[in-house]
């Protein structure tokens, strides 16, 4: 068995552990960081998009060879709203990330690689090499916790070329004009090139899985009734986003056992939308500014991190709540139609995380637009029966 050592294993060459690994490289090149993914290529088959308030100007600028794709603007749809919001929508492929990360990783970046035991400090790989660290951070997704209630935002996304242009110039962030079916449903749309499309269909509901075969039938008949002429389809992403409704931190990072970790398995995501981007950028940050990357300071280091996030995250766990737990599943288009009538600004601060006391009465002044007595009892209530993501 061979044996190496290292100042930062990063496990997981997803979105937030490559983000640390390349703001390290930045930051601290004199560390010896290896980032380890199962799988062929760094990021996996994701998209991430953020909005421009999201991050700050020196964040924007140091991830900027990120951005693969800007746009001026965006737009939702609902059965009684159609708005064009400003702001600039960004987003990142995975093909740009992997990209990125290659170059700049070179042989810190190893792929294809099988874990078989991790902890705090070592890595044992299913080839029989030990690799030992000051510390190893556990960036390998979301993982199932007893410690929290959630909901399900599940989406299929497929992205495809077309046969002549599609004449969108600015996303859809939500068209929720469609057959609700099982609960809030809408499609996302990004425009990548004149004649080539992101396409999702997506649902907030109360279980993870979401049927496939249902998810393309209704991107096709979405795309038909656009008039949008399918012709090849390039790739195909599916996942869930875990959407929070209450939970118990302390036990929850207990639970851990000094494992430092990062990303969603760290919770670390808007607890609403399920954007993380934002939440890896500020956590790269964090950590390539500290002095030593030693496993029981990381862990803590992490952990009051994210402990600070769910304080801040508390008025949003309770809108999550009346969205998920007051009224029938087929009427939360309401709740959302209702949230994007209010001013730009607002909404502009929501998506960043960082609403004012000002903007929590907002949203909360005015009808309901779910039933009042179901309303008050989803967002007050505090301690539900805790579910893991599934």
């Not at 874990?115 to 030992?132: C, F, K, N």
């Not at 859809?172 to 425009?191: E, I, K, N, S």
């Amino acid at each position: 068995m061979t044996s190496h050592h290292w100042d930062l294993i990063l496990v997981g060459a997803g979105l937030a552990n490559g983000l640390i690994a390349w703001r390290l490289r930045q930051q601290r090149p004199e560390l010896n960081v290896l980032l380890l993914e199962a799988g062929p290529r760094a990021g996996g088959n994701h998209t991430w998009s953020f909005h421009q308030g999201d991050l700050s100007a020196a964040q924007h600028r140091w991830i900027a060879p990120l951005v693969a794709h800007r746009w001026s603007g965006y737009d939702v749809r609902f059965p009684e709203l159609n708005r064009t919001l400003p702001g600039e929508y960004l987003s990142v492929t995975a093909e740009r990330f992997a990209a990125v990360m290659e170059q700049a990783l070179g042989d810190a970046l190893r792929t294809g690689i099988t874990i078989a035991r991790l902890t705090p400090d070592t890595v044992e790989l299913a080839d029989g090499q030990r690799l030992t660290a000051d510390a190893v951070i556990d960036g390998r997704g979301y993982q199932p916790s007893p410690y929290l209630a959630v909901g399900f935002q599940a989406f299929l996304g497929q992205e495809w070329r077309l046969s002549r242009p599609h004449g969108l110039t600015r996303p859809v962030l939500m068209d929720a004009a469609v057959d609700q079916q099982a609960g809030y449903r809408f499609v996302y749309t990004l425009p990548l090139a004149a004649d080539r499309l992101l396409i999702e269909d997506t649902h907030y509901i109360d279980r993870a899985q979401l049927d496939p075969a249902q998810a393309r039938r209704n991107i096709a008949d979405y795309a038909d009734a656009r008039g949008w002429p399918l012709a090849s389809l390039l790739r195909e992403e599916q996942g869930s986003l875990a959407i929070t409704l209450a939970g118990e931190p302390q036990s929850f990072w207990d639970d851990a056992q000094g494992q430092p970790c990062s990303g969603l398995r760290a919770g670390l995501f808007h607890p609403t939308t399920g954007y993380s981007l934002p939440q890896a950028v500020a956590l790269a940050d964090l950590i390539a500014q500290q002095n030593r990357l030693e496993r029981r300071k990381l862990f803590a280091l992490i952990r009051r991190h994210a402990a600070d996030q769910w304080r801040r995250q508390r008025f949003f766990r309770m809108l999550n709540r009346m969205l998920f737990l007051a009224g029938r599943p087929e009427q939360r288009w309401q709740v959302m139609q209702r949230f994007y009538r209010l001013g730009d600004g607002l909404i502009e601060r929501f998506y960043a995380g960082q609403l004012t006391f000002a903007d929590k009465a907002r949203i909360l002044t005015g009808k309901p637009p779910v039933p009042v007595r179901e309303a008050i009892p989803a967002l007050l209530k505090q301690h539900l029966r805790l579910r893991a993501f599934k």
